[in-house]
């Protein structure tokens, strides 16, 4: 590893042997301090957020970007406490989160078709990760790794352990294995909100964004349903879960890159909705308008 990666990879585990002996709550407080403190001092990683900011939010002054940068810094550190600690986790989604989940959820269990779960980067989205097994389906989650392979590592364990079969962007059997679990009528959750190699450019806040396709050809080999998942942070302990069917249009004859230019239409309708009411709920960090 480079040596920015192994000094990346100490303080990681100087802080996950910190959250692991302290209460959830406790974790949260202290990751999201360091985060607050730390954040503002990484110069590119803010660039990022600020360019976004504009794109979303062009009428908003420089204040207000700085405190949403501010915003997303404290929710990322209590992102990374929540999937250190998965079985605390778990433990409280009985008591602390309330779902909105229905009619989505029926027709999702009542369809023997696979399912495609769309999610993003938005609020508690360690959260959401754990909450998914609970909707009924056998759970193939896909990933992009972090550039740190000993974080990324100890990260997929954690999301194993809650159920989840991960499987990497970069394994060249991905394909392969998301289809034959769709067909099976298992769920595959895909985050899409990332800044994706390859794709098209669909516009996002009316600006256009280069776009993962690969929804569209995962639905037209599998003829799975398409939903999305959001779980918001409606207060320091409080999560709210909201599952809703993903209309889009398509026609006879479609390939699966039409089709995935549609269901992505339809998902950055979703999210710019998303955002706009909640805008501290949103991940900043992806160039998604990026040349």
Same mark, same amino acid.
């Given at each position: 590893?480079?040596?920015?990666? *192994?000094?990346? $990879?100490? #303080? ?8 692991? !002996? ?5 974790? =949260?407080?202290? /990751?999201a301090?360091?985060f607050r ?9 803010n660039?990022? /957020? ?13 204040? &207000? @970007?700085?405190?949403r940068?501010h915003?997303? &810094? ?12 998965t ?9 602390h989160?309330?779902?909105r989940?229905?009619? +989505?959820?029926?027709? /999702? ?5 696979g399912?495609?779960?769309l ?6 989205w ?7 097994? =609970?909707?009924g ?15 990324? +590592?100890e ?13 990497? !962007?970069?394994?060249?059997?991905l394909?392969r ?8 009528g298992?769920? #595959? ?6 800044? &994706?190699?390859?794709?098209?450019l669909?516009?996002?806040?009316e600006?256009p964004?280069?776009? *993962?396709l ?7 080999? %599998? ?5 999305? /998942?959001?779980? =918001?942070? +409606? ?13 889009y249009r398509?026609?006879e ?5 039409e089709?995935?230019r549609?269901?992505?239409r339809a998902? @950055? %309708?979703?999210? +710019?909705d $998303? ?6 709920? &949103? ?5 998604r $308008?990026?040349?």
């Amino acid at each position: 590893m480079k040596r920015s990666q *192994t000094l990346s $990879w100490a #303080l990681y585990r100087f802080f996950a042997a910190l959250v692991k !002996i302290l209460p959830l709550s406790v974790s =949260r407080l202290l /990751m999201a301090r360091v985060f607050r403190i730390v954040g503002p001092f990484l110069v590119r990683a803010n660039g990022r /957020m600020d360019r976004t900011l504009k794109v979303v939010f062009p009428f908003q002054d420089a204040l &207000w @970007h700085r405190e949403r940068r501010h915003q997303a &810094w404290i929710n990322l550190g209590k992102t990374v406490a929540e999937s250190i600690k998965t079985r605390a986790v778990q433990g409280q989604l009985d008591t602390h989160v309330t779902y909105r989940l229905e009619p +989505e959820l029926s027709a /999702m269990q009542q369809d023997p078709r696979g399912q495609l779960l769309l999610m993003g980067h938005l609020g508690a989205w360690e959260v959401a990760i754990q909450i998914v097994p =609970r909707l009924g389906k056998p759970v193939m989650g896909v990933y992009r790794p972090l550039a740190n392979p000993r974080i990324e +590592e100890e990260l997929q364990r954690s999301r194993r352990a809650a159920g989840i079969d991960m499987v990497s !962007i970069d394994d060249p059997t991905l394909v392969r294995r998301a289809i034959r679990h769709l067909k099976s009528g298992g769920l #595959l959750a895909i985050f899409v909100d990332q800044r &994706w190699g390859r794709g098209a450019l669909i516009d996002l806040f009316e600006t256009p964004a280069l776009t *993962t396709l690969s929804p569209g050809l995962f639905q037209f080999a %599998s003829n799975a349903r398409v939903s999305t /998942m959001i779980c =918001r942070r +409606e207060s320091a302990t409080r999560f709210e879960a909201v599952l809703e069917s993903l209309p889009y249009r398509v026609q006879e004859g479609d390939d699966w890159r039409e089709r995935g230019r549609s269901i992505m239409r339809a998902f @950055h %309708s979703r999210l +710019e909705d $998303w955002v706009r009411v909640h805008p501290d709920d &949103w991940y900043w960090l992806q160039e998604r $308008w990026k040349p």
